[in-house]
C-alpha cells in the first residue's frame, strides 16, 4: 500500500462528491458578504444577489447551449424532473396524454411518471438490451399521435451507459413530441448542447459534479417548440412563475463554479478516469476471473464500473469494506428500499446477480494507487466470503 493513501477510499461518486475547494472559496461570500435575497430588488443588497444568480444563470445557460431565461433553479434534479413531468402533465389536462420512457431510468422519473398513471396519463416504460442500451427504433414504434413527451436519461446513475440522445431528440422533432433528459449523470462528463440534440426539457444537478447540495436545474424551452409547464411549488412566483421560493444563492454560485470547472478540465480529466477505470477492470479480472461487466463495455461513463462478482453478496462485501473502500450497491436514491436494483433487472439479470453487484464510481480525486489498492482488497475479500460461504 502507497505510504500517502488516505483509507476510506471513496469510490461512490455517482451517490455524491466532495465540494471542491475552488467552488466551495466561491459560495463562501454568498453567506455572510453578499447576503440579500435577489427578490429584493428595491435595494442593493437584493440587486448585488440578484446579480449573482443572473451571471450563473448566464454560465449554466453557455455551458448547455441555452438562453439563460431559460435555466429554472431547483432544489435538485429530483424537483427538477418532478416538475417536468407533473408540470407537463397538469398543462396537458382534458385531453388524452400519453408518455414514453426507459426501464432503467432513475427513479424520479419512474415514480413521478407512475403518479400521473395515478391520475390519467398513459406512459409505455421501453425494454433496454442486456446491456443497458436503447435502440432509436422503439422510440419511433412507441410514439403515437397522442404523445406528450418522451423522456430518456442522457447517462444511468448505476451502471453509465451512455444512450444515443442525439438521434432520439431528432426522432422526437420530427414528430413533435417533446423530449426532455435527465442529464444529472452526464453534465460535466460528456458534452451537451441542448440545441444540437433537439432537447426540450433537461434536468441536472450540482452535487454529481463537485458542487453543493440541494441546488438543480430545469431547462424548460420556452422559444419554439415552447414547453408549457404548469408550476407545481406555489408562492411568490419566483423563477418567472415556474417555481417560488427563495434563491439559495450560496449553492447557485457554487454551482456555476463546479459546471465551469467540469467544463474546463473535461477534456483532461474523462480519459483520465477512463484509463484508471478500465486498469481498475482488468486487475478485479485478475483477481476475480468470473467477474461479469454490467452495462455497455464502451457507450458508458468514463469513472463508471458495475460488476457482478458470482457467489459474493453486494452487502456483505460492501460491510467488509467499510472501513477500506466506499462503494455501493446501486443508486443512493433508492438504498432504503429492499428490493434489487430495477436498472439491473431490466438488463436481464437473475435476483441473485443483481444481489452479487456492486458500483464503483471513480472521480477527481482518485488516484492510480487508490485504484489499485481497490483492486486488490475487493478481490481478497470477495474470495473470503466465498471461502466462508463454501466451508
Excluded at 431528440?169 to 413533435?176: F, L, P
Amino acid at each position: 500500500m502507497a505510504d500517502d493513501l488516505k483509507l476510506p477510499i471513496y469510490l461512490d461518486h455517482h451517490a455524491t462528491t466532495p465540494v471542491d475547494p475552488r467552488v466551495l472559496e466561491a459560495m463562501i461570500p454568498y453567506f455572510s458578504e453578499v447576503f440579500g435575497n435577489p427578490a429584493s430588488k428595491n435595494h442593493a443588497f437584493g440587486r448585488d444577489a440578484h446579480r449573482v444568480v443572473e451571471a450563473a444563470r448566464d454560465v449554466i445557460g453557455k455551458t448547455i447551449n441555452v438562453k439563460p431565461q431559460d435555466v429554472c433553479f431547483t432544489s435538485g434534479a429530483t424537483e427538477a424532473i418532478n416538475l417536468a413531468i407533473k408540470g407537463l402533465f397538469l398543462a396537458n389536462r382534458g385531453r388524452h396524454q400519453h408518455y414514453v420512457t426507459v426501464a432503467t431510468e432513475h427513479k424520479a422519473v419512474l415514480d413521478s411518471f407512475h403518479r400521473i398513471e395515478s391520475e390519467g396519463a398513459e406512459v409505455t416504460y421501453l425494454p433496454v438490451d442486456g446491456q443497458g442500451m436503447l435502440e432509436p427504433q422503439q422510440v419511433i414504434d412507441a410514439i403515437r399521435p397522442q404523445t406528450i413527451m418522451v423522456s430518456v436519461m442522457a447517462a444511468n446513475n448505476e451502471i453509465g451507459v451512455i444512450q444515443p440522445i442525439n438521434e432520439i431528440g431528432a426522432i422526437c422533432r420530427e414528430r413533435n413530441v417533446f423530449f426532455m433528459t435527465d442529464a444529472t449523470q452526464a453534465l460535466g462528463k460528456v458534452p451537451l448542447d441542448v440545441q444540437a440534440m433537439n432537447i426540450d426539457l433537461l434536468a441536472c444537478s450540482a452535487h454529481k459534479i463537485y458542487g453543493p447540495k440541494g441546488i438543480g436545474v430545469l431547462y424548460c424551452r420556452r422559444s419554439m417548440p415552447r414547453v408549457p409547464l404548469i408550476p407545481i411549488i406555489d408562492g411568490g412566483g419566483h423563477e418567472r412563475g415556474l417555481r417560488s421560493g427563495t434563491l439559495n444563492v450560496p449553492a447557485i454560485a457554487g454551482f456555476a463554479k463546479a459546471v465551469e470547472l467540469s467544463l474546463k478540465e473535461m477534456k483532461a480529466e474523462q480519459p483520465r478516469l477512463r484509463r484508471m477505470r478500465d486498469a481498475l477492470y482488468q486487475a478485479l479480472r485478475e483477481g476475480i476471473p468470473d467477474l461479469k461487466l454490467n452495462g455497455h463495455p464502451d457507450h458508458r461513463l468514463a469513472g463508471n464500473l458495475n460488476v457482478c462478482i458470482p457467489g459474493v453478496e453486494a452487502e456483505a462485501l460492501i460491510i467488509a469494506l467499510t472501513d477500506t473502500i466506499a462503494i455501493s450497491s446501486g443508486s443512493a436514491c433508492t438504498t432504503a428500499a429492499v428490493e434489487p436494483s430495477h436498472v439491473l433487472r431490466a438488463l436481464g439479470l437473475s435476483e441473485v446477480a443483481v444481489h452479487c453487484s456492486i458500483r464503483l464510481g471513480l472521480g477527481r480525486q482518485t488516484s492510480r494507487d487508490d485504484t489499485n489498492f481497490a483492486a486488490e482488497v475487493i478481490a481478497t475479500e470477495a474470495r473470503r466470503i466465498r471461502f466462508l460461504a463454501t466451508h
